[in-house]
């Protein structure tokens, strides 16, 4: 189902909700209110001046203009410790256009360096969860299209105050609901306030009933009363994080890169252990890889995890340079080539409509610049991306340390951390190791049964000729066709299952010519000698149900030695403390890898993930073993709980 965005009227150039027949904010100075009811209330300045941890975490219901968001950001800005982080978890079941957002924004001149920032950032797609970053990562806003009934029982992490900000209760009574004020209190601790503009009896005693003390203030303009508090009831304590913050990460491709990132962005020392002279030597070393989502349509994990790993990777590159020689937002064309596809294609039409547009073959021939004879859909914000410029990008924080050339062969345990070693003993110790060297992780003891398998890919570079370079866009179907990049255009890829071989191929540079009927029928294919074809084949990791492994790591011997019931809460399972993997990406990497290190980064920091705890638990990279000791069920909600 898509969701649709808040119907706005607009009465003396203020937002009001068509919907629910309500106003944003305080017609006396929505400013002024959200500074006293929810960062007042919420003692928000002096917490933070004392802040002792790294992070702090708000959970809003209502995300509406972003007003609360913002005002709280500049707070953060002026008076938290500049290494700490800021996490903003919101709920907004109607989003706003940005056009309406844009309006209601330019209300607050106050604001708007903070207001210019969001709009930059602000998501194209009226669904699913996106993480946006600002101030260099150390504001997080995490913002979650749905009703927050259905959205909070999802969210995997602690709140330190809550911003109850949805329409009246009055006029909004589906979010006011008991169920609402019991999950507030499953993320609470000890320290958990709130706030809230209303006073109504439904309200103060459904927060009562779920374990918040409630006190009572003047309300804001017009408004009697105003209600705030704290969580009591059994209330356990925040859970810290290790204060050695080291991380150790294996693997210099795609995937290792970003968790080298992630780590770094939060303040770890972070060692890259790379095998080969440089980074994205294996398969993150493509001349070229397609960054675009591949949509199927509906709730599943695949589809989820193609939307928002899409959304963040974007979000992520306007963060880090990276230029036109290398990467190009030249947007892609996938071609209803069969029925099959046809079906998928209108299935991502219909629920991504601002991130698709359906074209026919004449536009599709005009936007790619060749002739096509295929109808299909075109996303603007996709195109192509150079691998290893990526992961040099990615790589570039001060908080990283490259070790090139040294293969790790063995890890181990210590009382701190872990230790990695190579043929000539250990070279490296560290609080948190994080494995993203594809299929060698299944060479450690503590990995081997994190199932992937080899997929042998080659690609064809085809030299651009005259009648070639007119191609502007990449264009899809079973494989793909690039634009030209410093003279040849990216035609493939193969796909080999168990195979290891990287040696080129005539045979392959066949096949790939042979997708070109498809891709591109008019194309002059006269002119390539299939012997004199350059090209690149390469081993990727995946899995067998296409989903890579992003998580905690089980001790698997333990497991099987002593099997939990199919519904042991999750720290009752014997972990493998601080020991994580990011890898079975497949040709995916430029979508998913990026997203799976901010997932791993998050559960090494104790943070709020950026995913629900349903696409949490098909990632863990613990389910394939868990099936086969007969434990399906845990594999599926060991997230979860």
Not at 288 to 312: D, H, K
Not at 566 to 587: C, F, K, R, T, V
Request: glycine share 8%.
């Amino acid at each position: 189902m898509t969701h649709k965005h808040a119907q706005l009227e607009w009465h003396d150039n203020q937002p009001y909700s068509s919907e629910f027949g309500d106003v944003y904010f305080s017609s006396d100075s929505g400013l002024d209110e959200t500074q006293y009811v929810f960062l007042a209330h919420n003692q928000l300045k002096t917490r933070w001046q004392n802040l002792t941890e790294d992070h702090f975490t708000i959970a809003e219901t209502g995300f509406g203009t972003g007003l609360n968001f913002l005002c709280a950001w500049k707070l953060w800005r002026e008076t938290a410790a500049p290494n700490a982080r800021l996490h903003f978890i919101s709920t907004e079941k109607y989003p706003l256009n940005i056009d309406d957002l844009q309006k209601a924004l330019s209300l607050w001149t106050s604001l708007s360096e903070f207001s210019d920032a969001l709009i930059h950032e602000y998501p194209l797609v009226s669904k699913a969860w996106h993480r946006l970053m600002f101030d260099d990562g150390r504001v997080i806003l995490t913002l979650l299209i749905g009703d927050a009934n259905a959205s909070l029982p999802k969210l995997k992490g602690a709140v330190d105050a809550w911003f109850l900000d949805g329409f009246s209760p009055a006029k909004n009574p589906d979010m006011w609901q008991t169920s609402l004020f019991e999950e507030m209190a499953k993320h609470s601790h000890s320290e958990t306030t709130f706030a809230t503009f209303t006073s109504a009896g439904d309200v103060r005693r459904g927060l009562q009933n779920a374990g918040f003390q409630i006190l009572k203030a003047p309300g804001f303009g017009k408004k009697r009363e105003m209600l705030f508090g704290q969580y009591q009831s059994s209330a356990q304590n925040k859970q810290t994080q290790n204060n050695n913050k080291t991380v150790i990460v294996i693997g210099g491709g795609l995937a290792g890169a970003a968790s080298a990132e992630a780590m770094a962005r939060r303040g770890y020392q972070v060692t890259l252990i790379e095998r080969h002279a440089s980074l994205a030597q294996a398969a993150s070393g493509n001349p070229l890889g397609v960054l675009y989502p591949r949509l199927t349509g509906g709730e599943t994990a695949l589809n989820t995890l193609a939307i928002q790993g899409f959304l963040y990777t974007l979000g992520l590159l306007n963060h880090i340079n990276i230029n036109n020689e290398n990467y190009q937002q030249c947007g892609v064309l996938q071609l209803a080539f069969n029925e099959r596809e046809r079906k998928r294609i209108g299935a991502a039409i219909n629920e991504y409509p601002e991130l698709v547009h359906e074209v026919d073959k004449l536009t599709a021939s005009e936007l790619s610049g060749i002739s096509i004879e295929n109808e299909g859909m075109f996303i603007p914000q996709a195109g192509w991306l150079n691998p290893a410029s990526f992961c040099e990008a990615l790589t570039k924080h001060p908080n990283i340390k490259k070790q090139t050339n040294t293969e790790a062969l063995r890890i181990e345990k210590i009382s701190q951390g872990w230790q990695v070693a190579s043929k000539n003993g250990m070279i490296a110790e560290a609080s948190n190791l994080i494995i993203a060297n594809a299929t060698d992780a299944q060479a450690f003891t503590q990995t081997s049964h994190c199932e992937m398998q080899s997929v042998r890919g080659q690609i064809t570079l085809l030299p651009a000729i005259d009648s070639s370079k007119t191609l502007k866009t990449v264009i899809c179907t079973d494989g793909y066709l690039s634009p030209a990049r410093q003279g040849q255009h990216c035609l493939g890829a193969t796909f080999s299952p168990n195979d290891d071989d990287t040696d080129i191929r005539d045979s392959d540079h066949q096949s790939n010519l042979n997708m070109l009927k498809s891709l591109a029928p008019d194309w002059d294919k006269t002119g390539y000698d299939v012997q004199s074809l350059q090209g690149r084949a390469a081993i990727r990791a995946t899995t067998s149900d296409y989903l890579p492994l992003a998580g905690a790591i089980l001790d698997f011997a333990q497991l099987k030695e002593s099997q939990p019931r199919y519904n042991a809460p999750h720290g009752s399972l014997p972990w493998l403390e601080d020991l994580y993997i990011n890898a079975g990406h497949g040709a995916k990497g430029l979508v998913n890898a990026p997203l799976c290190a901010e997932i791993i980064a998050s559960l090494i920091c104790k943070e709020p993930a950026p995913v629900d705890c349903t696409l949490l638990s098909a990632l863990d990279p613990n389910r394939f073993a868990l099936r086969k000791l007969g434990l399906k069920r845990l594999a599926q909600t060991i997230q979860s709980n």
